[in-house]
C-alpha cells in the first residue's frame, strides 16, 4: 500500500495545498470571466482565490491552526533523564543543494539536526539514530546520506551515528527505525522533530510499538497571542497555512490508513510523569 501511497500523497496535496489551490480558483474564474458567458460564477471565482489569499496570507489563520499542533506535547524538561537514545527525524537538511554544494544546507526546519548535536553532547552514552531518507518521487540523495559525510559540520561524532537512509515519511521513519535498533522494553528515547508534527510522528511510533518521549524543535508560533497579531508579508502567513493545513490533511489521512493509533496523538500520562 505505501508504495502508493507515497505519490498519491505527493500529487494530491499539490492540488490541495490552499496556496495552490486558491491561484488555481482565481485562475479559473479570470478563465469563466473571460473566455465564456459564466460572468457571475467567473468574478465569483476569483474574488473567492482573491479574497482568500489575502486572508490566509495577513489574518493570523494559520496561528490558529499551528497552535494546536505545537501545544499538544510539553516541550522536553532540560533536567530530563538522560535517554537510552535519541531519535531525529529528518526534514531539516535540503539533500539535494547539500550534496551538490559539498557543505550542509538547512531549510525552516534546521534546529533538527542542530538539536541532535547538542543532544548528543548532553548524553554522551545515549545511541544516536538519524532517520531521513529521500523525500521526492524517483528517489535522490538520502538526507541521511547528507548527515553522514557532514557529521563533523553539524558537530556530531560520526562514530555514535545510527543512520536510517530508507524513509520517505513519516510512517517509514517509524518503521524502518524501530526495525533498526530494536528498543528493549523499559527503554527511554527522545524523539526530536518539529513541534508542529510531533502529534503525527509520536502517533507512527507509538503505532510502530517504538515507545518514544517528545522532545519539540522548530516552533512556528509563540503562543496563544499570536491570533491577535497579523503577518506583515502575506507569503510568511501563506507558506505557515500551507504547513499547517498539510500537517492536519497529514493526521486524518494516517489514522485512516492506519499509521496513527489515534486521529490526535497526546501525551500518555506515563510520559507525563516521567517528564516531571
Not at 473571460?34 to 482568500?52: F, Q
Not at 525552516?108 to 544516536?128: K, N, S, W
Amino acid at each position: 500500500m505505501n508504495s502508493v501511497f507515497f505519490p498519491l500523497s505527493k500529487a494530491i496535496y499539490f492540488l490541495i495545498t490552499p496556496s495552490n489551490a486558491l491561484i488555481f480558483t482565481a485562475l479559473a474564474g479570470l478563465l469563466l470571466l473571460s473566455a465564456t458567458r459564466l460572468r457571475r460564477t467567473g468574478i465569483g471565482l476569483a474574488a473567492l482565490g482573491t479574497i482568500g489569499l489575502a486572508v490566509g496570507g495577513l489574518a493570523p489563520l494559520s496561528e490558529a491552526l499551528l497552535l494546536p499542533l505545537e501545544q499538544r506535547f510539553p516541550a522536553y524538561p532540560t533536567d530530563g533523564a538522560a535517554p537510552a537514545g535519541i531519535i531525529v527525524l529528518g526534514g531539516g537538511i535540503e539533500a539535494g543543494l547539500s550534496e551538490a554544494r559539498a557543505q550542509v544546507v538547512v531549510n525552516d526546519a534546521g534546529e533538527r539536526p542542530i538539536y541532535l548535536a547538542d543532544l548528543a553532547r548532553r548524553f554522551p552514552a545515549a545511541r544516536l539514530v538519524f532517520s531521513g531518507g529521500s523525500g521526492f518521487i524517483g528517489g535522490g540523495i538520502a538526507e541521511a546520506d547528507i548527515v553522514s559525510r557532514q557529521a563533523d559540520a553539524i558537530g556530531v561524532p560520526r562514530t555514535r551515528l545510527i543512520l536510517e537512509n530508507r524513509s520517505r515519511n513519516t510512517h517509514e521513519n517509524a518503521d524502518f527505525s524501530a526495525a533498526l535498533v530494536l528498543p528493549k522494553p523499559g527503554e527511554r528515547w527522545l524523539l526530536v522533530t518539529s513541534a508542529w508534527h510531533m502529534p503525527r510522528a509520536v502517533g507512527c511510533f507509538r503505532q510502530a510499538g517504538f515507545t518514544v518521549d517528545a522532545f519539540p524543535v522548530d516552533y512556528r508560533t509563540r503562543g496563544w497571542g499570536d491570533l491577535t497579531r497579523f503577518n506583515g508579508f502575506a507569503s510568511d502567513g501563506l507558506l505557515q497555512l500551507d504547513l499547517a493545513v498539510k500537517e492536519w490533511i497529514g493526521l486524518v489521512v494516517y489514522r485512516w490508513a492506519g499509521y496513527t493509533p489515534d486521529w490526535f496523538p497526546a501525551p500518555e500520562p506515563t510520559e507525563g510523569k516521567a517528564s516531571r
